[in-house]
């Protein structure tokens, strides 16, 4: 148990309206993402952070803002949230290695599903 | 750019059998494969890497992968399939491209639904 918690785990929300989806990590690692799930896309990376203030676009970061002022969370928003955002978003950490590089290997939450009307 | 491709959206077995869950991909270095499982209502937990090494790799649950290079793929396996491994599955590729301050991302195929009858 990497000692990740998403919230919310669950929320509907209308067209235009802005979504803040949060992601703790109790463990005090370096490296967090933020995915969407979607059927026949697999996972897609939103955003990732490598450190407090440090974060950077993943594939699909369109539409989406984050912010990392504390180690333990990650703060994934939609400013104006759209049908097309309706999924599931995972959060996820990666422990770094001996020298400070992510093996690759991730950690997930258990996710936050969003519904767009 | 790295892909991986699943070919399969469903694989169906019986309980006892062997399974194979197939996964393809491409890199222009040398490949860090990886597979997830996802269970229902849950997120993805971490089965087994290949970095280098032996080409059979052993990992969590009784699962084992094989890495075949000349094939470019990295195919799931497990000798005796239980109902419980009934869940989606994922093969992820380590993204050629170093992203910076000590990071790399996976790059996720689109998954492949494994259903073991009973």
């Known amino acids: 148990d990497a000692g990740i918690t998403q919230s919310p785990r669950h929320k509907v929300t209308e067209t235009g309206t802005p979504v803040t989806l949060r992601c703790h990590q109790t463990?005090?690692?370096?490296?967090m993402y933020w995915y969407r799930q979607d059927p026949g896309h697999g996972l897609r990376l939103i955003h990732y952070?490598?450190?407090?203030?440090?974060?950077d676009k993943g594939e699909v970061s369109d539409g989406y803002s984050v912010s990392r002022s504390k180690t333990e969370d990650f703060l994934l928003t939609l400013e104006s949230a759209t049908s097309s955002q309706t999924s599931v978003y995972f959060c996820?950490?990666?422990?770094?290695?001996?020298?400070?590089?992510?093996?690759?290997?991730?950690?997930f939450g258990e996710g936050s599903r969003l519904t767009v009307l | 750019a790295q892909s991986v491709a699943q070919p399969e959206d469903q694989v169906n077995v019986a309980e006892g059998n062997p399974l194979t869950v197939k996964c393809t991909y491409s890199?222009?270095?040398?490949?860090?494969l990886f597979w997830y499982v996802q269970y229902p209502n849950r997120g993805l937990q971490f089965l087994l890497k290949?970095?280098?090494?032996?080409?059979l790799v052993k990992g969590s649950y009784g699962f084992e992968a094989e890495f075949n290079k000349s094939q470019t793929s990295f195919h799931l396996k497990k000798p005796s399939a239980l109902v419980s491994d009934s869940a989606l599955y994922f093969c992820?590729?380590?993204?050629?491209?170093?992203?910076?301050?000590?990071?790399?991302?996976?790059?996720f195929g689109k998954g492949t639904k494994l259903s073991v009858i009973p």
């Open positions: 890199v222009s270095g040398n490949p860090y």
């Open positions: 290949y970095i280098t090494g032996d080409n």
């Open positions: 996820a950490i990666s422990v770094a290695g001996k020298a400070l590089v992510s093996t690759g290997e991730l950690f």
């Open positions: 952070s490598y450190g407090v203030k440090d974060t």
């Open positions: 992820a590729v380590r993204d050629d491209a170093y992203s910076g301050a000590g990071s790399y991302q996976l790059t």
């Open positions: 463990e005090n690692h370096r490296y």
